[in-house]
């Protein structure tokens, strides 16, 4: 009886919440917006360096954003890895033997990375970027990880965090050397804007893709102890 | 009303859904996906309502893009800190919320 209560209580709360969320909107949406921001992006976007307007509101005009989101992305990598026990990020239980599988990422593996590459470069005229870019780099690992293709190199060792701090500490140069040369923080000097936003995404790509890989491999809890230790209760 | 304004309408809804799974449910998997339901629905509001205003606008775009990557990363990283939670308890949900019927051994 308590149990129904409660969920009748919990949907009424919800309810209203929608039913006042859904009102705000409905207000709001036929007041017309105080700044013309899409007119205003048109107009600066030649000052930006690159064509396409979401990359050049991403990584010029609020560069902010995105410097504290792959800060955000490095603490998450980082808390993820502390808490996987393993101490390579290949697992040697997931190498197969299907040759198959092997035929087949033969093929793609080059593929994604191509797609890839092709994504961070297309980032500057059309959709694309860095983190469509990563987001494939990191499932091309995935997909090298449970196809059990070696992957020495993720070893949580000195390229692993080196992969997963260059993207912020690129950033983080950029915009403090911007500072110091008497622009303001984060605005890129005149001239080589295209080159400097090229080379964050590069390095920003890499470093996400690692985050998500790093994330994914330090889910499972392989130890043995461990999960003796949770079944035993 | 225009398509753009249903998006925004759906976002709310989906606000409300996952609110209600967030609040209702206990296993912490199901938690976490009402969780990014929520998520969904803010960031289809973020789009959708400027859209009706003024035609597309690619800064609420660009800041959903961002918001995009970091529920990803924060989406992994509650379900590493979940599977640690389970190893070490056996638990898959919290402490106190006795109701819950997939929970494990308590």
Redesign the interface.
């Known amino acids: 009886m308590i149990w129904t209560l409660r969920t009748l209580f919990i949907a009424v709360v919800c309810l209203a919440f929608t039913g006042v969320l859904a009102a705000s909107i409905w207000t709001i949406a036929d007041k017309p917006s105080p700044v013309n921001l899409p007119q205003l992006l048109s107009e600066n976007l030649d000052r930006s360096g690159v064509e396409h307007p979401v990359t050049a509101v991403l990584l010029n005009f609020r560069s902010y954003d995105t410097l504290l989101e792959i800060g955000v992305l490095v603490i998450a990598g980082i808390a993820g890895i502390s808490m996987a026990k393993t101490a390579t990020l290949e697992d040697p239980e997931l190498r197969t033997s299907d040759s198959l599988l092997y035929a087949l990422q033969r093929w793609f593996v080059p593929l994604m990375l191509v797609l890839a590459g092709y994504l961070l470069w297309a980032g500057s005229d059309r959709p694309g970027g860095a983190f469509q870019a990563g987001a494939v780099l990191a499932a091309t690992g995935v997909l090298m990880r449970l196809g059990g293709i070696p992957m020495e190199f993720l070893r949580p060792g000195r390229l692993l965090r080196l992969g997963l701090a260059l993207g912020f500490t690129v950033f983080l140069l950029v915009a403090v050397a911007s500072a110091i040369g008497g622009e303001a923080f984060l605005a890129y000097p005149p001239g080589i804007t295209k080159t400097l936003i090229v080379i964050i995404e590069s390095v920003l790509t890499l470093s996400i893709a690692m985050v998500l890989l790093a994330l994914f491999v330090s889910a499972p809890v392989n130890d043995a102890e461990d999960s003796e230790e949770g079944s035993s209760s | 009303m225009t398509a753009p304004?249903l998006y925004?309408?759906v976002?709310?809804?989906l606000?409300?859904?996952g609110?209600?799974g967030l609040?209702?449910l206990s296993h912490l998997l199901r938690k976490l996906l009402a969780f990014n339901i929520m998520g969904s629905g803010v960031f289809l509001?973020m789009v959708g309502?400027?859209q009706?205003?003024?035609?597309?606008?690619?800064?609420p775009?660009?800041?959903v893009?961002?918001g995009?990557?970091?529920a990803?990363?924060?989406t992994?990283?509650a379900?590493?800190?979940i599977?640690?939670y389970?190893?070490?308890?056996?638990m898959t949900s919290l402490e106190g919320e006795t109701?819950s019927r997939e929970g494990g051994?308590e």
């Open positions: 304004l925004a309408l976002g709310a809804m606000c409300g859904i609110l209600f609040l209702r509001v309502l400027p009706h205003q003024g035609g597309q606008d690619p800064v775009q660009a800041l893009l961002t995009i990557v970091v990803i990363a924060a992994a990283l379900i590493v800190l599977r640690r389970y190893h070490l308890s056996g109701t051994p």
